[in-house]
């Protein structure tokens, strides 16, 4: 059964560095989307991408998050300086072409900052 | 401000028992709704999708929709201790019409 792939599962790192995650959709998924997920809170949208170009980041912190898919296949998401309250998880999901608006997720990345 | 609003719960019910779930959204405009299921440190899994105002059942789910009322509701028949874990509700609601707004979930419990 096609995924979508995500790595690291998990990444601790200390505030003022870098992180970087990375996304692979389902294959043949035009759209692909980062979500970030508080514990107790539903997720979030931070980018949409179809294709290589971003339809919406009007929720992605532009100061110190940033997020790429260059061939309109994997995605990478960063984010420099990290900060504390970035600790979280941090989901990509995909969907298909179709009208039914499915969106399948990855297993998440899990972002604890010191 | 486009909201999705659930009881955060813990909705508790028996083993064998229906579970219901409710959901509000705020945006008329809404056109997709979904229900995913999340285990604890999982990410979710999309188990209903609906589209049109009424029922419709997959198993032991069935998801409903009233558009008039901006309300869904997921029922699970038989409720097992396996169904345990937090139920999401999300709504699309950006221009192009695919992203999703989620509500921040109810915790069910199914005790056996």
């Known amino acids: 059964e096609a995924e979508v792939a995500q790595s690291p599962r998990y990444k601790i790192t200390e505030k003022s560095q870098a992180v970087a995650f990375w996304c692979d959709p389902i294959?043949?998924?035009?759209?692909l989307y980062w979500y970030r997920q508080i514990l107790g809170q539903g997720p979030e949208l931070l980018v949409q991408?179809?294709?290589?170009?971003?339809?919406?980041d009007s929720q992605l912190p532009k100061d110190r998050f940033s997020a790429e898919r260059l061939k309109g296949v994997d995605s990478t998401l960063k984010i420099q300086p990290a900060e504390l309250g970035d600790s979280a998880m941090y989901l990509c999901a995909s969907r298909d072409g179709g009208g039914n608006n499915e969106q399948f997720f990855g297993p998440g990345t899990r972002l604890t900052v010191l | 401000q486009k909201e999705v609003e659930q009881n955060s719960g813990p909705l508790s019910v028996p083993e064998g028992a229906i579970a219901s779930l409710n959901c509000t959204y705020s945006d008329r405009g809404s056109q997709s709704f979904f229900w995913y299921r999340q285990y604890s440190g999982k990410s979710p899994e999309l188990i209903m999708s609906?589209?049109?105002?009424g029922d419709k059942e997959d198993g032991r789910f069935t998801a409903q929709l009233n558009k008039a009322s901006q309300y869904v509701s997921l029922l699970i028949r038989d409720s097992q201790p396996s169904d345990s874990a937090t139920y999401l509700c999300?709504?699309?609601?950006?221009?192009?019409?695919?992203?999703?707004?989620f509500g921040k979930g109810t915790t069910l419990s199914v005790s056996s």
């Open positions: 609906i589209y049109s105002n």
């Open positions: 294959s043949g998924h035009a759209t």
């Open positions: 999300a709504v699309n609601w950006n221009q192009a019409g695919t992203a999703l707004i």
């Open positions: 991408f179809q294709d290589e170009s971003v339809v919406d």
